[in-house]
């Protein structure tokens, strides 16, 4: 069982409404497709059990509009300046893991 914080109300009800489907994470992370993911935040104090349904490595400058418009971004710009709050080094090449969960 893997653990993602989500932080924010804005992504909390995101998630609980479905139009967060995914977490676009720096670095190629070992998730595994069929497993089980507990979305959660600390802060805010709540959780959620979903299901993996995909892991996809790639890099930064390579994530598609569809992946990060279902992450909550608006654009590739938005989803880059919303990791380097998290990931103040990452650049456009800097490799990135997709995980994308369905329910359980």
């Known amino acids: 069982m893997d ?28 998730y595994k497709v069929g497993g089980r993911l507990i979305l959660c935040c600390h802060i805010l104090n709540w959780a959620t059990m979903k299901t993996i349904k995909s892991v996809k490595w790639t890099t930064l400058a390579d ?3 569809i992946e990060y ?5 608006s654009t590739w710009t938005d989803l880059r300046d919303g990791l380097r709050k998290f990931y ?6 800097s490799p ?9």
């Open 3 to 30: 653990v993602l914080l989500v932080a924010g109300e804005g992504a909390r009800d995101a998630v609980f409404d479905g139009t967060k489907r995914i977490s676009i994470r720096s670095g190629h992370r070992n």
């Open 63 to 65: 994530v598609t509009p």
């Open 69 to 73: 418009r279902d992450d909550g971004f």
């Open 88 to 93: 103040p080094e990452i650049t456009d090449n």
């Open 96 to 104: 990135v893991t997709i995980i994308r969960w369905g329910e359980i």
